[in-house]
């Protein structure tokens, strides 16, 4: 019924359609490959979980409560100016600190540090933290989240690489942080 040229021209057309279809999936795999398998191929590097510098122990005055950013040690090329962490640094007395992640704990909108006041306030909810981070009123159920750190050197540095935690955290690698 049907003559040699149009089954061959068919099969040809079928052939050439599996061997396209073939190149698409292909070219789906491999990016959906490298995003299943990127945990085992990229490996956590050394710097995952890491004691990231503040700054001077001078740069924060006794007494005062500054912002301060630190470099996400777990970045990507792509991350750019999101590698850069803010976080609140306040200087108790001494070397004794404590260093609050910049987010409420509440629904995680930035808080802002107001010196006249005393007051962490979250614009988002009217959360409102005492300066030591504890919660003072509005919806979020506890303090601001600390960041375990140390003053080594004459720098602050907190662990960075993790999520903070509320209030002092547990030792890390054997050591103490300075807010337990």
Same mark, same amino acid.
């Given at each position: 019924?049907?003559?040699?040229?149009?089954?061959?021209?068919?099969?040809?057309?079928?052939?050439?359609?599996?061997?396209?279809?073939?190149?698409?999936?292909?070219?789906?795999?491999?990016?959906?490959?490298?995003?299943?398998?990127?945990?085992?191929?990229?490996?956590?590097?050394?710097?995952?979980?890491?004691?990231?510098?503040?700054?001077?122990? $001078?740069?924060? #005055? &006794?007494?005062?409560?500054?912002?301060?950013?630190? !470099?996400?040690? /777990?970045?990507?090329? +792509?991350?750019?100016?999101?590698?850069?962490?803010?976080?609140?640094?306040?200087?108790?007395?001494?070397?004794?600190?404590?260093?609050?992640?910049?987010?409420?704990?509440?629904?995680?909108?930035?808080?802002?540090?107001?010196?006249?006041?005393?007051?962490?306030?979250?614009?988002?909810?009217?959360?409102?933290?005492?300066?030591?981070?504890?919660?003072? $009123?509005?919806? #979020? &159920?506890?303090?601001?989240?600390?960041?375990?750190? !140390?003053?080594? /050197?004459?720098?602050? +540095?907190?662990?960075?690489?993790?999520?903070?935690?509320?209030?002092?955290?547990?030792?890390?690698?054997?050591?103490?942080?300075?807010?337990?």
């Amino acid at each position: 019924m049907f003559d040699k040229v149009n089954d061959s021209r068919r099969g040809f057309l079928v052939k050439l359609g599996m061997v396209f279809n073939g190149l698409v999936a292909s070219a789906l795999a491999v990016p959906v490959g490298r995003y299943l398998l990127s945990s085992v191929t990229r490996g956590r590097s050394n710097s995952y979980l890491s004691w990231v510098s503040l700054g001077q122990v $001078s740069d924060f #005055p &006794e007494g005062e409560t500054r912002l301060a950013t630190f !470099k996400n040690p /777990n970045v990507t090329p +792509t991350d750019g100016e999101t590698a850069q962490i803010p976080c609140w640094v306040r200087r108790v007395e001494g070397e004794q600190f404590q260093v609050f992640a910049v987010n409420c704990a509440h629904l995680g909108c930035p808080v802002r540090w107001f010196p006249q006041s005393g007051l962490f306030m979250c614009p988002c909810h009217g959360g409102v933290y005492y300066r030591d981070g504890s919660r003072a $009123s509005g919806p #979020p &159920e506890r303090g601001l989240f600390e960041y375990p750190h !140390k003053v080594d /050197n004459g720098l602050v +540095t907190i662990h960075a690489g993790e999520l903070p935690t509320p209030g002092p955290s547990a030792a890390l690698n054997g050591e103490k942080p300075s807010c337990v």
